[in-house]
């Protein structure tokens, strides 16, 4: 179903492409397939769990044994819902499934139960921030239910294929973006969001390598602000930075044609991204007419409003406002809260860490040293050596002057190693920030007897002051407050 085509943006030079013969202008609309998070499957009850033996998770129903008919799983229904709710779209208490009618080993019904023209959800948008200057605003055409297929394997026999069904009826929710898309970082933007939204609402764990979210990206080129061109469609694109690969690849490569005075065939094409290039995989003359039909064992799906209000009461903080929140409530800059609410568990540990304490600070710490130190040694934050109290506990001994902060980093090596109470630490170890200006003194006397023509320059030069902080620092083990060096070191110098 072809909707009709608008252009809701307005040309933005930074996205332009040169080419010999001027300026070109990318326009990207995304299908993206994702992965209801089921236990169970779309019209079967049999299970949707990632991997298991070959053809270990297929019911008779999957294996479209003759006789056996579909049932809808409600859950599904819900977190389609929920996903529409998501993005901002139109519920649609009224739809209708259809049949997708093609021929592959791999589908044994003969058919893919789809959605065609009655979708569960209709328009929506989606923010995106390829930088966090920008607000792009990515409108959503619709949401529909479908069926996933099985696999066939052609490489384990040198004579034979093989045909694995685990996927078979798994429930998809395909998310198809209006042509709003105008580069390759606006599309890989708007499928991270995509992700993140899912994540939050639970609807999709988003997992690419595993194949619960696929994306076919649709590529056009044309003149800035001109008329819409002839699209190429990349399938199945699983990875976020091949997929940016492919779209600078292919709207190159349009651009070449083009200038050369070729025209766009109209295809589908794949992407290898050994070769960093993608290749035709059918013409539009081969597109299969797919006679979608409504399918006769399923009755049009139809739920009241009030269900779908439950279901909107009951959504969590959703990362647009989660943002918002983390500027106006912890004064964080935009980026830093981009970083944070990037995956739900980044926001929920910063927010344990910053409950109660300056939220800058606890920015500061969570997105330089916990984050820098997890992405150096290829942690993921739930398995976190430091906790978020234990950072917490950090912050609190540094804000209350207890230790320095160049302490403070030391004392999280500490805890990020060994564990334990950093308070406790810090008694045992005796790290605590030496403000007693009698025994800072003392170091200053030694450190300015040992140096007496540097105190002379200093006494000319307040500017040398500075290298007597470090020394007395470094006399201290760092354990002097640094305010107080500076405070005593002044009036002696003077
Ligand atoms: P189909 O199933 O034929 O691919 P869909 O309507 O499901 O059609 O999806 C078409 C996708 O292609 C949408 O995301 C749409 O925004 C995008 N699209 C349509 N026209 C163009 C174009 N000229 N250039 C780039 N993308 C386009
Ligand atoms: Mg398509």
């Given at each position: 179903m072809t909707p009709e085509l608008v252009d809701t943006r307005t040309p933005n030079p930074k996205t332009f492409i040169q080419g010999a013969t001027g300026d070109w202008e990318m326009v990207i609309g995304l299908e993206v397939h994702a992965q209801v998070s089921s236990k169970a499957k779309l019209f079967s009850g049999a299970s949707a769990e990632y991997g298991g033996e070959p053809n270990d998770h297929v019911s008779l129903v999957d294996a479209a044994m003759p006789g056996m008919l579909p049932v809808i799983n409600k859950y599904c229904v819900e977190q389609a819902i929920r996903t529409g709710l998501g993005l901002k779209a139109q519920i649609n208490n009224y739809s209708v499934f259809d049949r997708k009618n093609y021929f592959y080993p791999d589908l044994p019904q003969g058919y893919q139960i789809s959605q065609f023209k009655q979708p569960i959800v209709g328009e929506g948008i989606v923010t995106i921030n390829p930088t966090p200057e920008e607000n792009i605003k990515i409108g959503i055409e619709r949401l529909h239910l479908e069926q996933d297929a099985g696999k066939s394997i052609h490489d384990l026999h040198p004579t034979m294929s093989f045909v694995d069904l685990n996927r078979s009826g798994v429930a998809l929710m395909e998310i198809v973006s209006k042509p709003d898309i105008r580069c390759a970082d606006e599309a890989k933007a708007y499928v991270s969001k995509l992700r993140t939204i899912m994540r939050y609402l639970g609807t999709c764990d988003g997992n690419m390598e595993e194949g619960s979210m696929r994306a076919d990206v649709n590529v056009s080129v044309r003149r800035p602000g001109g008329e819409f061109g002839t699209r190429c469609e990349i399938k199945n694109m699983n990875s976020i930075r091949f997929m940016g690969q492919a779209i600078e690849f292919e709207a190159r490569r349009q651009i070449d044609i083009l200038e050369d005075g070729g025209s766009i065939d109209q295809e589908t094409r794949l992407y290898d991204p050994k070769k960093g290039e993608t290749r035709s995989m059918r013409s539009k003359e081969e597109a299969?007419?797919?006679?979608?039909?409504?399918?006769?064992d399923l009755l049009p799906l139809q739920f009241d409003q009030s269900w779908v209000d439950e279901i909107e009461s009951s959504l969590p903080e959703l990362p647009d406002a989660k943002k918002d929140r983390l500027v106006n409530e912890f004064g964080l800059s935009a980026y830093d809260a981009e970083v944070l609410i990037a995956e739900p568990k980044f926001a929920r540990f910063f927010e344990d860490v910053a409950d109660g304490r300056d939220g800058k600070a606890a920015a500061n710490w969570v997105i330089n040293e916990l984050f820098g130190r997890l992405n150096k040694e290829g942690v993921d934050i739930d398995d976190s050596p430091v906790s978020s109290s234990q950072l917490g506990a950090i912050i609190d001994l540094i804000s209350d002057k207890t230790i320095s902060g160049k302490i403070g980093k030391q004392l999280f090596e500490i805890v990020w190693t060994d564990g334990g109470d950093p308070n406790q630490i810090v008694e045992e170890r005796g790290m605590k920030q030496v403000t007693d200006t009698g025994a800072i003194e003392a170091i200053i006397d030694e450190v300015m007897a040992a140096n007496p023509d540097k105190v002379a320059q200093a006494k000319e030069k307040p500017a040398l002051a500075g290298w007597f902080v470090g020394q007395v620092m470094k006399a201290s083990g760092g354990k002097a407050n640094p305010q107080a060096v500076n405070e005593l070191l002044r009036k002696k110098l003077s």
């Open positions: 299969h007419d797919y006679r979608y039909f409504p399918d006769p």
